[in-house]
């Protein structure tokens, strides 16, 4: 059996509409079972050259266009970056991208010293990017001028791009200016301690100089006021807030607190006032605890008693728990509600603890207080032993705590 014999292709220039130099046209030799690229060095740009598809069919021929010409590579388009808020230390951007291929230089120029944080290029598909940071303090950024400076050796291009003072400085107030709110007193204070504070608080001052706090009461004597922190918020403004502090019976009376808060921003004072809301008929709520599932314990894991107080008005009401007659951290017990029923209010509580202290014996109890309970709690307490709740009218918190009204 005879293999045919491995053609050569040839390419060969054809004539050009414009006349070329009468020199030979050139020729490249093609092996098709090899792999010699082919390549326009050498060939006339706006020739046509043809090749035979077939070795045993001559005379086809297939069309190759001229190759493209080559597009310049990209250089780098360059945008500031500037800062949402202003803390102490206040970033300043340059980011170039866009361009082909790596690397750019850049530079910062600025009368203010500060720390410069450069990073790698980054391929996105198509071309680079790069970015670069400088960390100056925000005391310096109000008088400061600040210049990014770009260069890509490539395309031999250098863009400089001036980032003014002015983008730097704190934002604006949000719509509406500051805001300001009064947070009633704590219920465990109030039925712990007999006393407890009012806090005013104002959020989203662009400073904290020259805001004044002002309390007044409907009647009774002065109020002992206590200024609080000032607080710097994520956005670079300002939080500020004032108290007072209060007897039980004062509030209990339904007497009008109110706040008056001086900003310079403003023309008139901010003004909140509140009160104690009084039912006419508060209703006390009914209280059960109950045990730990059998299916949870079974598990060995946690034991979990749960508290609920139901059909109580008005809302207001406080809930916690004891361990061997120790109050629980309250981050140790979660809510839920109070929330409308359609005959009062209901809540629940949960506390969950190590099966060894509820299969050891160990007390625990929840204690509910209301304006509605004659003494002021509820007692609810259990123990393994025991297996039901038992109930005291009398709270075993108060017995610990010191019980004074400033």
């Not at 508290?307 to 979660?334: E, Q, S």
């Amino acid at each position: 059996m005879c293999l045919p014999h491995r053609p050569l292709w040839v390419l060969t220039a054809l004539p050009s509409p414009i006349a070329d130099p009468p020199s030979p046209p050139p020729t490249l030799t093609i092996d098709p079972y090899g792999s010699t690229p082919l390549t326009p060095m050498g060939l006339p740009h706006r020739s046509l050259w043809c090749c035979p598809i077939d070795p045993y069919a001559p005379y086809v021929s297939s069309l190759l266009s001229p190759p493209p010409l080559q597009t310049p590579p990209p250089p780098p388009h360059v945008f500031p970056l500037v800062p949402c808020s202003c803390l102490d230390l206040v970033p300043i951007g340059c980011l170039a991208r866009g361009f082909f291929p790596a690397p750019v230089a850049i530079t910062w120029s600025s009368d203010v010293t500060g720390d410069v944080i450069a990073y790698p290029s980054q391929w996105g598909g198509s071309s680079y990017s790069a970015s670069s940071l400088l960390v100056v303090p925000m005391a310096g950024v109000g008088e400061g001028s600040f210049r990014c400076e770009v260069k890509h050796e490539v395309t031999q291009s250098v863009s400089t791009e001036p980032i003014r003072s002015r983008r730097l400085r704190p934002p604006p107030v949000p719509i509406g200016g500051p805001g300001a709110s009064i947070l009633p007193p704590s219920l465990a204070d109030l039925y712990v301690h007999q006393n407890s504070s009012i806090t005013c608080m104002v959020s989203n001052l662009p400073s904290h100089k020259d805001v004044g706090f002002t309390w007044s009461r409907d009647q009774g004597t002065p109020l002992d006021v206590v200024a609080g922190p000032i607080e710097e918020l994520p956005n670079g403004l300002y939080r500020m807030s004032s108290s007072i502090r209060i007897c039980a019976d004062e509030w209990n009376s339904g007497e009008r607190f109110s706040c008056s808060i001086r900003v310079p921003e403003f023309q008139d004072p901010i003004v909140r006032s509140i009160r104690k809301e009084t039912a006419p008929n508060p209703r006390p709520p009914s209280v059960y605890l109950l045990p730990p599932p059998p299916d949870q314990l079974s598990l060995w894991e946690s034991a979990s008693l749960t508290c609920m107080a139901t059909g109580f008005i008005p809302k207001d009401i406080l809930v916690t728990w004891t361990h061997r007659d120790r109050p629980i951290d309250p981050n140790g017990y979660t809510l839920y509600g109070p929330i409308w029923d359609g005959d009062g209010y209901t809540l629940y509580s949960q506390l969950r603890v190590p099966v060894s202290l509820w299969d050891a014996g160990d007390g625990f109890a929840c204690i509910v207080g209301h304006d509605g309970i004659p003494m002021g709690f509820i007692h609810r307490s259990m123990d393994k032993g025991t297996g039901k709740a038992t109930a005291v009218n009398v709270s075993v918190v108060l017995s610990e705590a010191e019980v004074t009204c400033y």
